[in-house]
């Protein structure tokens, strides 16, 4: 069992699985219809105005299982014939819906998905930015898999997306919106590894994740 993640938002004080929000089980749904996990759906009370949602995905599958199913088009689609990217789109109609039942803003704060041996951790950029992008990441992540886990000797034990260089001081994103470094952590390694998509490389450096610099940073609750 792997231990509290290292890049996930402390949500602790103001969380609660008790959704106050119509459609929750619409949303729940579609996750599991697609995602072939179980899934927890929890609603962070420190949002604000609208409803600020975390999103929790089990999923009994490895890493390598996962994108091979996804290049398939068995993972994350609505038909294996037809192969079209149904839950990447229908993810933001689902959006729209929930928030046309319920009048106010609805948005993904954080996605994980804890695969066997991997957790993958999904935070937000911008508005909509998790159901706009996380079909661009899977990509990425199958075009990637065998760099960054060494030819699938090395899997990481935890990836998270959303990166800042310190040589920068700001957020390195792409013009797809997409950080274009990963943080990854591996088993029985304490240190951060950067993962650089352009070089395809792996090095040891220094990093801040974004949340520390988001104004919906938890730590405004505590």
């Known amino acids: 069992m792997m231990g509290r993640s290292r890049f996930k938002l402390d949500f602790s004080q ?18 599991e219809r697609y995602c072939f996990g179980e899934v927890r759906i929890q609603q962070w009370l420190g949002k604000g105005e609208g409803i600020g949602l975390v999103i929790h995905v089990d999923c009994p ?16 689609y609505s038909s294996v014939e037809k ?4 839950a990447f789109r ?19 704060e954080e996605f994980n998905i804890q695969l066997k041996d991997t957790l993958l951790i999904f935070q937000k ?12 990441l899977f990509n990425e992540l199958s075009q990637h898999y065998r760099d960054f886990s060494q030819g699938g000797v090395r899997i990481p ?33 304490s240190r951060s590894w950067i993962y650089d998509l352009q070089r395809r490389s792996l090095t040891i450096e ?11 940073d938890s730590q405004q609750d505590h």
């Open 14 to 31: 103001g969380l609660k699985s008790s959704l106050s929000f119509e459609g929750a089980p619409v949303l729940k749904q579609f996750l």
């Open 61 to 76: 599958i490895t890493l390598g299982d996962l994108l091979h199913h996804f290049q398939l088009g068995t993972w994350g």
């Open 83 to 86: 192969k079209e990217d149904a």
């Open 90 to 108: 229908e993810l933001m109609e689902v959006q729209d819906y929930l928030e046309t039942l319920n009048e106010y803003e609805i948005d993904i």
């Open 125 to 136: 950029t911008d508005p909509r930015s998790i159901s706009m992008n996380w079909k661009a």
């Open 157 to 189: 034990e935890e990836i998270y997306f959303n990166v800042i260089m310190e040589d920068y001081g700001a957020a390195v994103m792409e013009q797809n919106g997409l950080s274009s470094h990963w943080a990854l952590y591996f088993q029985d390694d």
């Open 206 to 216: 220094d990093l801040y994740v974004l949340s520390d610099y988001m104004p919906w």
